[in-house]
């Protein structure tokens, strides 16, 4: 079921010309799946040489043409979506049916932007003196160099894929290592669909080593990196050096904000299943449960009922509702957030330890009465914890719930326009979903502010990162 990986480079598949690789493991066995391997420097170069060639070939194709071709390719990614799901699960852990919906939303994402691409349309501005012409044009920016994360294999790639072939930009893909298996078969559907050699590159190596030698090449011309944020300024002061243009999707710690007019079932229910979907590790996940205290009882009995009744298991499983955490690293996170909750008088109403003793398993859990200057409040947890704690009053919530460095996503639910409308303004974050989590669409943009980073994906604002601006003025 795993497939065979390897590098794209040129148009063609291939092993590492240096020999060096490293094992996927399958999280919800810890067993090995298959030998990645990694890209030599020369690799890269080739690489980088390849993709300079495919912007000459690919800004110089049209709009129209590019279209095709990229519908071709979600066309191809529908058609095998099963088989890509299937891999996605092996390598990840999210349950069958997560996988094979970030598959098709993946699908969408590309469709959306191949006729976005199509009306990437410049302005003409009156000129002030006679016969002047001014133009403002729209131009490819040029090599990009992505680096996408493990939690959302397909998703993250397609973002950055779909904006820059959108724009007419060819790249050079980094991938996570861990979750290697459905990218390298999203990039096999853009070959298979037509894209000209050179386009689209997919590299793997050590991490820190493969953006070292791209961010220091004059070519590349942008980078998109979604992942932690020390990472993030890691790359972003790489990029400085050199004046290259990047978008940042970087962490999050959600806030949720329950006020006591909402009816805190429905909520608890809508909130509770978005919380430990992928097992928590989703940048927009909720992660801080802020309830006015009138309706905190009723939210957290319903909210840790669902919690208890979460079917955790191998995502192949029927019925599974959460699969392992992606890695060992996460399982050590958990024990510490869950450690330091208790050392601080938090009580764990479920879970709150790991699940058996092979594959990465951990208990669904909801933490109550931690303070504020928690680890599990102030950090991103990056899985299955729940903390849920009460407010009082709309001023108090707003000021603990802006109080950290993130401003990713923040969720709130009432049933008064005016404090949905209130609560909105007040949150400072990229996204609010207000009696919805539905904050993450083809069209819409997607993207944080303060540390959470910078530049958004998806919508407009999604194939404008890969745009420059020329403006000519013609007398
Ligand atoms: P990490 O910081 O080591 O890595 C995060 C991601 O960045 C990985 O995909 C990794 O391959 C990549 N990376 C690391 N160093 C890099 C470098 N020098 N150049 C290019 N890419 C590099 O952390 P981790 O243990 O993999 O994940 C833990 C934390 O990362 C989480 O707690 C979360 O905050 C964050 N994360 C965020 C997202 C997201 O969607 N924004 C996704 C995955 C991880």
Redesign the pocket.
Known sequence: MYGELGLFIDGAWRKSGGGKGEDVINPATEKPLARLPHASKADLDEALESAKQGFAIWRATSAYDRCKIMHKAADLMRERHDAIAKIMVLEQGKPYPEARGEVIVSADIIDWYAEEGRRSYGRIVPGRGKGVRQLVMQEAIGVVAA??????PVL?PARKVGGALAAGCSLIL?A???TPGACVEMVRCFADAGLPKGVLNLVFGV??E???HLLTKDAVRKIS???????GK??AQLAAKSMKRTTM????HSPVVVFADADPEKAADTIAAFKYRNAG???ISPTRFYVQEDVYPRFLKRFTEYAKGVKVGDGLEKGVAMGPLA?A??LD?MDAFVADAKDRGGKIQTGGTRRGNQGYFYEPTVITDVPDDSKIMTQ?P?GPLAPVVTFKTFDEVVERANSLEFGLAAYAFTTSSTTAAAISDALESGMVGVNSIAISTPETPFGGVKESGHGSEGGIEGLGAYLVTKFISQG
């Open positions: 680096f996408t994360p493990w939690n959302f993250t980094k996570s290592e861990e991490p820190s493969v953006s070292e990196f979604t992942g932690s944020i020390p990472v890691h790359l999707e970087l962490g999050g590790q989703v940048c890695n690293r996460r996170a991103e990056f």
